[in-house]
């Protein structure tokens, strides 16, 4: 079996893993598995050692999420990869049990159980990326309630200039490892290493790490703490509640997380602010799985007010939702249905002021689903109008929110809505081409491997060619450039916008040459 595996992995940049799920190993009474594990060791094979059967410490990580700038660089760092390629790996191959506070949709602003986890955990490990205000925030307040076992992380991230951390804790012993935009198999394993003699210490409780611990007399201070008394029966409802529903979804097994929406239809002790925003988390966990249906049915009991922060993410995932299940419709009639509730929610986030590159985004992606049924059946007046009206959304999102994505599809829409070429269509598309350009290549400054700032530049690159008649080898060049820093479900998109523009007047075999570019790029 390492045989085989290593032959996959050889000529690639991957490198071999070997995960294995196992007991405490008894030296006395040794198994498979764990013949696998010093074969694969003594190879010099990377091994992470899951147990199913143990007493787990608990940690909570402090960390920055999504795409950030730093402060101190001014460059752009997706921080997530970091959490699922290093940070996830080491504590479950540590056996620690683990949360994070960004992975619950919260209905105020720091819930007690973010507090609580801080607070409680056994061991905190903290990512300093981006200099993150709320990572500085959550921080302090574990210095305060706990006196030792918080790790302190500064990644180097390739390409951006080391930076040390801020003044006011550069005294505490601070860990670090070097990753990419993306974690490539050998950065994540060379951290993983580097950090794992970091968290055994830790958790051992040999030493105090807390500023606040080392210079005041906080003796008395002892965990685990508890809530005041008169909140207590509340905010546990309201912590049980957070745990079942987060459990459910970090499961991604879709009858979890309908059997949570179950109970939680008839928890006690859970006010219909935090009741609402769980059914809203459920959903969008539901959608990630594919479950249009049963997302619909939770999106449906969980309206906020305009006046709730939650309303624009309902209502944009309510679009999201709604366009989905009008795609898997066979009905055209249901699925016109279908599309035409996405259409009432966008202009219900128009009207309550969300104007910005997401709605009009989404509006423009619902327009393309309803062209696609024009191609066949449908009047060739019906498929113009609805190509100016993607350009009004299109424009209207990148007036009010400028972005290379919604300039790029803007130009589409422009070149494919059969606008007569005069000066008016040349000053406006030459505009938008030079505003998106210039977004673009600040995303690339920021982010030279980032696969949709690469992959807009090339589409950027064909529309001009198209427009100017001049051959398209560089947008060739650049989505062959694209690619090798691209995902499946990325190209993926990338085939379809192509193909979207075959099927609506661009020349195929122009087009066609572009599909095997990319094939033969991957």
């Given at each position: 079996m390492l045989d085989d595996a290593r032959a996959l992995a050889e000529g690639t940049d991957e490198r071999l893993w070997v995960i294995t799920i196992r007991p405490t190993p008894n030296p006395e009474e040794p198994t498979v598995t764990d013949n696998l594990?010093?074969?694969?060791?003594?190879?010099?094979?990377?091994?992470?050692?899951?147990?199913?059967?143990?007493?787990?410490?608990?940690?909570?990580?402090?960390?920055?999420?999504?795409?950030?700038?730093?402060?101190?660089?001014?460059?752009?760092?997706?921080?997530?990869?970091?959490?699922?390629?290093?940070?996830?790996?080491?504590?479950?191959?540590?056996?620690?049990?683990?949360?994070?506070?960004?992975?619950?949709?919260?209905?105020?602003?720091?819930?007690?159980?973010?507090?609580?986890?801080?607070?409680?955990?056994?061991?905190a490990l903290v990512d300093l990326t981006a200099a993150n205000f709320n990572v500085a925030y959550e921080l302090g307040v574990r210095h305060i309630f706990a006196d030792r076992s918080t790790v302190l992380v500064n990644p180097h991230v390739e390409g951006q200039a080391r930076h040390a951390p801020p003044f006011d804790i550069n005294m505490i012993r601070i860990h670090s490892f070097v990753r990419g935009q993306s974690i490539s198999d050998m950065q994540a394993e060379d951290a993983i290493k580097a950090l794992?003699?970091?968290?055994?210490?830790?958790?051992?409780?040999?030493?105090?790490?807390?500023?606040?611990?080392?210079?005041?007399?906080?003796?008395?201070?002892?965990?685990?703490?508890?809530?005041?008394?008169?909140?207590?029966?509340?905010?546990?409802?309201?912590?049980?509640?957070?745990?079942?529903?987060?459990?459910?979804?970090?499961?991604?097994?879709?009858?979890?997380?309908?059997?949570?929406?179950?109970?939680?239809?008839?928890?006690?002790?859970?006010?219909?602010?935090?009741?609402?925003?769980?059914?809203i988390e459920l959903a969008i966990g539901l959608h990630a799985e594919e479950d249009y249906a049963d997302a619909r049915a939770l999106l449906e009991l969980s309206q906020p007010g305009l006046d709730d922060p939650l309303h624009r993410v309902w209502l944009q995932e309510c679009v999201m939702v709604y366009r989905r299940l009008g795609e898997?419709?066979?009905?055209?009639?249901?699925?016109?249905?279908?599309?035409?509730?996405?259409?009432?929610?966008?202009?219900?986030?128009?009207?309550?002021?969300?104007?910005?590159?997401?709605?009009?985004?989404?509006?423009?992606?619902?327009?393309?689903?309803?062209?696609?049924?024009?191609?066949?059946?449908?009047?060739?007046?019906?498929?113009?109008?609805?190509?100016?009206?993607?350009?009004?959304?299109?424009?209207?999102?990148?007036?009010?929110?400028?972005?290379?994505?919604?300039?790029?599809?803007?130009?589409?829409?422009?070149?494919?809505?059969?606008?007569?070429?005069?000066?008016?269509?040349?000053?406006?598309?030459?505009?938008?081409?030079?505003?998106?350009?210039?977004l673009n290549k600040i995303a690339?400054?920021?982010?030279p491997t980032d696969y949709w700032a690469l992959a807009t530049r090339a589409e950027l690159t064909l529309h001009e060619c198209l427009e100017s008649g001049r051959p398209i080898d560089e947008a060739a060049e650049q989505f062959a450039e694209a690619v090798r820093h691209g995902r499946a479900d990325q190209i993926r998109s990338t085939k379809y916008q192509l193909n979207f523009l075959a099927r609506h007047g661009d020349p195929e075999e122009v087009i066609e040459r572009l599909r095997l570019v990319i094939e033969q790029a991957r």
């Open positions: 594990v010093l074969r694969a060791e003594e190879r010099g094979h990377f091994t992470l050692d899951l147990s199913p059967i143990h007493d787990q410490l608990s940690a909570f990580i402090v960390m920055p999420y999504g795409v950030k700038k730093d402060v101190r660089s001014g460059k752009k760092v997706d921080c997530d990869p970091a959490f699922h390629r290093i940070y996830r790996p080491l504590l479950e191959d540590a056996d620690i049990s683990w949360n994070r506070a960004d992975l619950e949709t919260d209905s105020g602003i720091i819930h007690s159980g973010m507090i609580a986890a801080l607070a409680n955990s056994d061991l794992r003699p970091v968290v055994r210490r830790a958790t051992a409780e040999l030493e105090i790490d807390s500023p606040a611990h080392s210079w005041f007399d906080l003796a008395a201070v002892k965990r685990p703490f508890s809530q005041l008394s008169q909140l207590t029966a509340a905010l546990t409802a309201e912590n049980g509640a957070r745990e079942k529903i987060g459990l459910a979804i970090k499961s991604s097994d879709p009858d979890a997380m309908k059997a949570a929406a179950e109970w939680l239809s008839n928890a006690t002790g859970v006010h219909e602010g935090l009741r609402r925003s769980l059914r898997d419709e066979r009905d055209p009639v249901a699925r016109q249905g279908l599309w035409r509730t996405a259409r009432g929610y966008l202009e219900d986030a128009e009207t309550a002021g969300y104007v910005d590159s997401e709605t009009y985004g989404s509006w423009g992606g619902l327009l393309k689903r309803e062209l696609e049924l024009q191609l066949d059946n449908g009047d060739p007046a019906v498929a113009k109008n609805l190509f100016r009206e993607m350009a009004e959304k299109y424009r209207a999102g990148f007036e009010g929110d400028p972005s290379f994505y919604t300039g790029v599809n803007l130009l589409m829409a422009l070149r494919l809505s059969g606008r007569d070429r005069d000066e008016s269509f040349r000053e406006e598309f030459n505009e938008i081409l030079t505003v998106s350009r210039f690339i400054a920021d982010g």
